[in-house]
T-cell receptor
Framework: DAGVTQSPTHLIKTRGQQVTLRCSPKSGHDTVSWYQQALGQGPQFIFQYYEEEERQRGNFPDRFSGHQFPNYSSELNVNALLLGDSALYLC????????????FGPGTRLTVL | GENVEQHPSTLSVQEGDSAVIKCTYSDSASNYFPWYKQELGKRPQLIIDIRSNVGEKKDQRIAVTLNKTAKHFSLHITETQPEDSAVYFCAGAMDSSYKLIFGSGTRLLVRP
């Protein structure tokens, strides 16, 4: 959805480095989920933040961590980058309505060399 | 564990024909099933979703059916157009706020 923004658009890092990706939710949305989409695969859930706390987590190592700010924006941090971390990182935001759905941002393309 | 399987991986149809993509899920607690369309280099875009309290939902040329007993759901696109060409992903979740478990995707090609 056009209301969800992510930065940066593209990023190139080398193995062992650390990276921070950012997501600003659609207006009115208070929940942010992060997904990793490797080339040719479906998105895989990393974790979800609500009320500045991690509420759910997928099968990703502790190298992946996050944060949510009082304005509901969120960061994804990845430490000790591996070549296999190269992927499109998507955030999806949501509001607490039972009939709403998650809307994806444009993603950040991370390349690890 | 939680798993969503999607078939076929590729689908080629003639413009005007129908296309059907099928998914099965393993978690019986799943109650929300969205479908996303992803064009090359773009974000996944929600095209239709269905909740477990209904068996079918339709939006113009797109329809989704759900069989909770069999744990499978399908996307139907009628009167396909070249602009329907993209990768389509199904997903399942406990509800719309919960983590989405995605299928592996179907690359749809609509031949003019």
């Amino acid at each position: 959805d056009a209301g969800v923004t992510q930065s940066p658009t593209h990023l190139i890092k080398t193995r062992g480095q650390q990276v921070t990706l950012r997501c600003s939710p659609k207006s009115g949305h208070d929940t942010v989920s992060w997904y990793q989409q490797a080339l040719g695969q479906g998105p895989q859930f990393i974790f979800q933040y609500y009320e500045e706390e991690e509420r759910q987590r997928g099968n990703f190592p502790d190298r992946f961590s996050g944060h949510q700010f009082p304005n509901y924006s969120s960061e994804l941090n990845v430490n000790a980058l591996l070549l296999g971390d190269s992927a499109l990182y998507l955030c999806a935001t949501y509001t607490g309505s039972g009939t709403d759905t998650q809307y994806f941002g444009p993603g950040t393309r991370l390349t690890v060399l | 564990g939680e798993n969503v399987e999607q078939h076929p991986s590729t689908l080629s149809v003639q413009e005007g024909d129908s296309a059907v993509i099928k998914c099965t899920y393993s978690d019986s607690a799943s109650n929300y099933f969205p479908w996303y369309k992803q064009e090359l280099g773009k974000r996944p875009q929600l095209i239709i979703d269905i909740r477990s309290n209904v068996g079918e939902k339709k939006d113009q040329r797109i329809a989704v059916t759900l069989n909770k007993t069999a744990k499978h759901f399908s996307l139907h696109i009628t009167e396909t157009q070249p602009e329907d060409s993209a990768v389509y992903f199904c997903a399942g979740a406990m509800d719309s706020s919960y983590k989405l478990i995605f299928g592996s995707g179907t690359r749809l090609l609509v031949r003019p």
